[in-house]
């Protein structure tokens, strides 16, 4: 039987604050908030846990977020089909990718950066018309001297996340099956395998595979019918936690990485979570992980 209490503090449930259009993107930066983006009114903000949200910045229907190894903000553009890279130090943009080859991008989704600086984003295409579509979906990887590969083609590649040895990527298959992919990665990043992970359709509550974590135990969380839903390494699936809105991004922060921070539509939550989640390269040098409980 799943036991949502053996993954969750399931009393500690908060809401954080809710009035937005669609909550989306959430990061956990070091200095002790969190970052999350409200994309339909192309809007970043931040919120330390237990203070009010504050507005940061306008985004061309800004998304996904990560840090890069310098600590600069990656994030996701819909709207204009692309990447940034901005820098919160100096308030400066810049564009990190919004073609190849002279075709344009899609709709950018998620986006993550590996140990070594290497970029990993999603590109779903089934929101840009056909006539104006110039590439497949696919996940793609951006490496830190500029040069742009493909990973996998999907067929809606949306959240994704590294496991603890970053040897499997996990990609979220939204649409028109629910399922995650586990991508296997040799040590150069080469592909050597792909499966689906997770089968997650049926249920009849709200909710699609979207956002995609992971923690240092290397379970997996993913968002999808009736809240965020977790698998162990293996596949085994763990548990369900619902929220009162439906789930749709979550991130793990705090000093000790067991504060979840979940977006849910217009809603913000956060939850305690048994174990730490994995910090990206940039957060690993901030926060103290814990030893793996027994």
């Given at each position: 039987?799943?036991?949502?209490?053996?993954?969750?503090?399931?009393?500690?449930?908060?809401?954080?604050?809710?009035?937005?259009?669609?909550?989306?993107?959430?990061?956990?930066?070091?200095?002790?908030?969190?970052?999350?983006?409200?994309?339909?009114?192309?809007?970043?903000?931040?919120?330390?846990?237990?203070?009010a949200p504050s507005f940061v910045r306008r985004t061309k229907n800004?998304?996904?977020?990560?840090?890069?190894?310098?600590?600069?903000?990656?994030?996701?553009?819909?709207?204009?089909?692309?990447?940034?890279?901005?820098?919160?130090?100096?308030?400066?943009?810049?564009?990190?990718?919004?073609?190849?080859?002279?075709?344009?991008?899609?709709?950018?989704?998620?986006?993550?950066?590996?140990?070594?600086?290497?970029?990993?984003?999603?590109?779903?295409?089934?929101?840009?018309?056909?006539?104006?579509?110039?590439?497949?979906?696919?996940?793609?990887?951006?490496?830190?001297?500029?040069?742009?590969?493909?990973?996998?083609?999907?067929?809606?590649?949306?959240?994704?996340?590294?496991?603890?040895?970053?040897?499997?990527?996990?990609?979220?298959?939204?649409?028109?099956?629910?399922?995650?992919?586990?991508?296997?990665?040799?040590?150069?990043?080469?592909?050597?395998?792909?499966?689906?992970?997770?089968?997650?359709?049926?249920?009849?509550?709200?909710?699609?595979?979207?956002?995609?974590?992971?923690?240092?135990?290397?379970?997996?969380?993913?968002?999808?019918?009736?809240?965020?839903?977790?698998?162990?390494?293996?596949?085994?699936?763990?548990?369900?936690?619902?929220?009162?809105?439906?789930?749709?991004?979550?991130?793990?922060?705090?000093?000790?990485?067991?504060?979840?921070?979940?977006?849910?539509?217009?809603?913000?939550?956060?939850?305690?979570?048994?174990?730490?989640?994995?910090?990206?390269?940039?957060?690993?040098?901030?926060?103290?992980?814990?030893?793996?409980?027994?």
């Open positions: 039987m799943n036991d949502d209490r053996s993954i969750f503090d399931v009393e500690s449930i908060t809401l954080v604050a809710d009035g937005f259009a669609f909550a989306e993107g959430p990061l956990w930066d070091p200095q002790g908030f969190f970052y999350f983006a409200d994309v339909r009114r192309d809007e970043l903000h931040r919120v330390v846990p237990g203070d800004g998304n996904g977020l990560t840090f890069d190894l310098t600590g600069k903000l990656v994030q996701c553009e819909g709207d204009t089909r692309r990447l940034t890279r901005w820098d919160p130090a100096t308030d400066t943009e810049s564009v990190v990718l919004d073609q190849l080859d002279g075709k344009r991008l899609n709709r950018p989704n998620d986006v993550i950066c590996a140990r070594d600086g290497t970029l990993y984003f999603t590109d779903p295409g089934q929101r840009v018309p056909m006539e104006a579509r110039d590439l497949d979906a696919a996940v793609w990887r951006i490496r830190p001297e500029g040069s742009v590969e493909l990973v996998a083609y999907c067929e809606y590649p949306n959240g994704l996340a590294f496991s603890p040895d970053e040897r499997r990527l996990y990609v979220a298959n939204t649409r028109f099956q629910q399922y995650i992919h586990a991508i296997d990665l040799d040590a150069s990043g080469a592909v050597v395998g792909r499966r689906i992970f997770a089968d997650m359709s049926g249920g009849s509550s709200a909710g699609v595979p979207d956002g995609i974590k992971v923690d240092i135990a290397g379970n997996v969380y993913c968002t999808g019918a009736g809240g965020i839903w977790v698998f162990a390494p293996d596949g085994t699936h763990l548990a369900t936690l619902g929220f009162a809105k439906p789930a749709v991004n979550m991130a793990f922060g705090g000093e000790d990485m067991k504060t979840m921070f979940v977006c849910a539509h217009d809603t913000l939550y956060t939850v305690r979570t048994r174990f730490p989640g994995l910090p990206s390269a940039w957060q690993q040098a901030a926060v103290s992980v814990p030893p793996l409980p027994a």
